[in-house]
């Protein structure tokens, strides 16, 4: 009996010890997942604070656009990055649309202006009528011409407004003796011809001081010649007709009132001051030249086409045959068609004008394209 206890009491120590075992190993994989449990709840508490925070941010910036009326609350239609990288863009080019929009309204008012101004006949010149002040005045009591912020004195423009592009006559003699000249230029056919600014023959423009019967002086350019005929400083005989003066031979001539040059970007002179060429028809370096107490007048010698209609379609080959149609090859005079002619066309507007629009409507196609697609609504 006492053998059969003894030998049972291991196997329920033994039984019990596998019992403990096993329990040991539960509690094991109990605290584990418990763990794995926690931190579970631990992320989503986490992401739960910064979902709460992200929504009292975008509660924040909605009553800031909320809608004063109503109350109604609303996200910003655009934000300032936004507007930085479209709205700016957008307003530029818009502006600069409208901007070229202007120049070229403008451009055609002054075509027909101008057409307009042509057409009508010549009358006679009245310097106390048609300048802005008397052209003759006593030194003494005019300013001084150095002042070139005195309004009395236009340095571009000394002729009144509704008198620039005015055909007139004018009686009196040419002093020679004091011609300049102005260039190197291009030859008008260049630009008659709408050739590239690269053709044509390099020359001068002559000036000639003009001297009325009051004892104004006016400035006349009397037309282009090229540098192989006149040569400036050249003592040798030249095509070109060297005329004397004469005040005595008084002569009536057609001229066309038109404004002086602005000088090009960095130049203050128009005049080196050693010979009698110029680079820039400045009226105000010219009047220095000639020692005058004002600005003088400046008008082209005209080669008037009665009845004068400009069309643009055939400007080229009426140029020609107005070129031709001149008594003498040189100097060229002007003729109506240089007056019809702008640097910039309108056409080349109408380019830029289109380019600007283009630019402007691109970019807001693409702010709304990716506002729609909600590509940018959280820059």
């Known amino acids: 009996m006492m053998r059969r206890s003894l030998t049972r009491v291991p196997s329920v120590l033994l039984n019990n010890k596998r019992t403990n075992n096993i329990g040991l190993f539960n509690i094991g994989f109990k605290s584990a997942d418990y763990a794995t449990i926690r931190l579970v709840d631990r992320a989503e508490e986490r992401r739960k604070e910064r979902k709460e925070e992200e929504d009292k941010r975008r509660e924040s910036n909605k009553d800031e656009y909320s809608n004063n009326n109503g109350g109604e609350k609303?996200?910003?239609?655009?934000?300032?990055?936004?507007?930085?990288?479209?709205?700016?863009?957008?307003?530029?080019?818009?502006?600069?649309?409208?901007?070229?929009?202007?120049?070229?309204?403008w451009k055609k008012d002054q075509i027909i202006l101008r057409e307009v101004t042509l057409a009508q006949d010549p009358i006679p010149y009245n310097g106390s009528e048609m300048l802005k002040t008397s052209?003759?005045?006593?030194?003494?009591?005019?300013?001084?011409?150095?002042?070139?912020?005195?309004?009395?004195?236009?340095?571009?423009?000394?002729?009144?407004?509704?008198?620039?592009?005015?055909?007139?006559?004018?009686?009196?003699?040419?002093?020679?003796?004091?011609?300049?000249?102005?260039?190197?230029?291009?030859?008008p056919l260049t630009k008659r011809l709408d050739l590239p600014t690269t053709m044509g023959e390099m020359g001068y423009f002559i000036l000639t001081p003009f001297v009325l019967k009051d004892g104004e002086v006016v400035m006349v350019n009397r037309g282009w010649v090229p540098k192989t005929v006149y040569h400036h400083g050249n003592p040798e005989p030249q095509d070109f007709e060297k005329k004397m003066t004469d005040p005595t031979n008084t002569e009536?001539?057609?001229?066309?009132?038109?404004?002086?040059?602005?000088?090009?970007?960095?130049?203050?002179?128009s005049y080196d001051g050693k010979t009698n060429k110029f680079i820039a028809m400045d009226l105000f370096s010219i009047a220095k030249y000639y020692e005058m107490s004002y600005i003088p007048l400046l008008l082209d010698q005209f080669h008037h086409i009665p009845n004068f209609v400009y069309d643009e379609k055939e400007t080229s080959e009426h140029s020609l045959k107005a070129s031709e149609a001149q008594p003498t090859k040189y100097p060229m005079l002007a003729i109506p068609d240089d007056y019809m002619k702008f640097y910039i066309t309108p056409a080349t507007h109408v380019a830029y004008m289109a380019t600007w629009y283009s630019l402007c409507l691109w970019i807001i196609g693409t702010f709304v394209y990716f506002k729609r697609k909600k590509r940018i609504s959280n820059f």
């Open 74 to 105: 609303k996200e910003p239609f655009i934000s300032f990055t936004q507007f930085l990288f479209f709205g700016i863009p957008a307003i530029t080019t818009f502006c600069l649309g409208i901007w070229q929009t202007r120049r070229y309204l």
């Open 135 to 187: 052209p003759v005045e006593e030194p003494e009591s005019s300013p001084s011409l150095h002042e070139k912020t005195e309004e009395n004195y236009d340095p571009i423009n000394p002729a009144k407004d509704e008198y620039v592009h005015r055909i007139v006559t004018l009686e009196g003699y040419f002093d020679y003796s004091k011609e300049i000249v102005v260039g190197l230029r291009k030859s």
């Open 252 to 269: 009536k001539i057609t001229a066309i009132i038109r404004p002086g040059e602005y000088l090009g970007a960095g130049i203050s002179e």
